[in-house]
């Protein structure tokens, strides 16, 4: 028995001193790209935009500047023959090397029925969408709270948002709020953290403490897009409950610059589907992981073609 415990220990020890090498030679194919087809069509706007670009791999080849690596540009496409169809007539769009986009130069309103044909020597796409109702806003209540948020006391500004759900369809929404709040005389940015919040609608399904200790095998992406759907009221009316750092330089006398617009939207279910699944897709738990596929409402192609109306909801602007 002592014989053979020395012989594992010898063997033991001396394994890990040797290198194993091997090279593999690899021959990738190349990825063919595809048509890709991106647009976000709003209501009541001067004019919508449509890009059209073709797909590249993740590996795609970078350029090396004395400032680092850096990705070339997409290829846009203008040479295209882009049709949009609105509510059955059919309109020629031409296409604006200053905005590198097809551009389509009247207004769209609510439960207009989009159609996009597009024909070019790569391939042709095709994709249908409505433009949603805009969301009903019954009331805005503001007021200043005192809470503790990440084990610290400090003072919120909260919002209360009662908004009505259109019944009989599901509906989908996002909510926008974008502040430039000035900081002891000098003006900055709040990117970071949109505002806080303990609403399970606002949170889109997802627990409240990611580090518990019941969750710790599972990472759970933020909704750091801020969508939700109707689930939790669906046909009823609700009101959305979220805070953000109590602005005392904006509120105040100084002549600082600043403002907070929140801004909420209906958004079609395809849009819905491609922010989930893009919040989803960059936000992997680890390199094991499954790749999560974005989703995509583009015939022929890659993309999507998504709607929206949107309803200013608080708007305080400090020239």
């Given at each position: 028995m002592k014989r053979l415990f020395y012989i594992i220990l010898i063997i033991s020890i001396s394994v890990p001193s040797c290198q194993f090498e091997r090279e593999v030679e690899t021959n990738i194919k190349p990825i063919e790209p595809h048509l890709v087809l991106n647009s976000l069509l709003f209501t009541e706007r001067d004019s919508s935009y449509?890009?059209?670009?073709?797909?590249?791999?993740?590996?795609y080849e970078t350029d090396t500047t004395w400032w680092g690596m850096q990705k070339k540009d997409f290829?846009?496409?203008?040479?295209?023959?882009?049709?949009?169809?609105?509510?059955?007539?059919?309109?020629?769009?031409?296409?604006?090397?200053?905005?590198?986009?097809?551009?389509?130069?009247?207004?769209l309103s609510s439960d207009d029925n989009i159609e996009v044909m597009v024909n070019q020597k790569d391939g042709e796409l095709k994709s249908k969408a409505i433009l949603p109702f805009p969301p009903s806003v019954l009331s805005v209540d503001t007021s200043k709270i005192h809470k503790l948020v990440n084990n610290v006391e400090n003072d919120?500004?909260?919002?209360?948002?009662?908004?009505?759900?259109?019944?009989?369809?599901?509906?989908?929404?996002?909510l926008l709020v974008n502040m430039k709040i000035p900081y002891y005389g000098w003006?900055?940015?709040?990117?970071?953290?949109q505002y806080y919040t303990d609403d399970p609608v606002l949170k889109n399904g997802m627990p409240s403490n990611v580090d518990d200790p019941d969750f710790n095998l599972i990472r759970f992406p933020e909704n750091y897009l801020s969508i939700f759907r109707d689930m939790l009221f669906e046909g009823d009316e609700y009101t959305l409950t979220f805070y953000i750092d109590y602005p005392y330089e904006l509120f105040s006398n100084n002549e600082s610059g600043?403002?907070?617009?929140?801004?909420?939207?209906?958004?079609?279910?395809?849009?819905?589907?491609?922010?989930?699944?893009?919040?989803r897709n960059q936000y992997l738990g680890n390199e094991f992981n499954e790749p999560i596929v974005v989703f995509n409402n583009i015939e022929g192609g890659l993309?999507?073609?998504?709607?929206?109306?949107?309803?200013?909801?608080?708007?305080?602007?400090?020239?």
């Open positions: 449509f890009y059209l670009t073709k797909s590249r791999s993740a590996f290829e846009y496409i203008g040479d295209a023959k882009f049709q949009l169809q609105v509510n059955g007539t059919t309109f020629n769009l031409e296409y604006s090397l200053k905005d590198s986009a097809y551009i389509y130069p009247a207004k919120y500004l909260q919002f209360e948002v009662k908004i009505k759900d259109y019944p009989g369809q599901s509906n989908y929404y996002r003006v900055g940015w709040w990117n970071s953290q600043g403002f907070i617009l929140i801004k909420l939207q209906s958004i079609s279910e395809d849009l819905y589907n491609y922010y989930f699944s893009l919040q993309g999507i073609l998504g709607t929206c109306s949107e309803t200013t909801v608080f708007n305080f602007d400090k020239k």
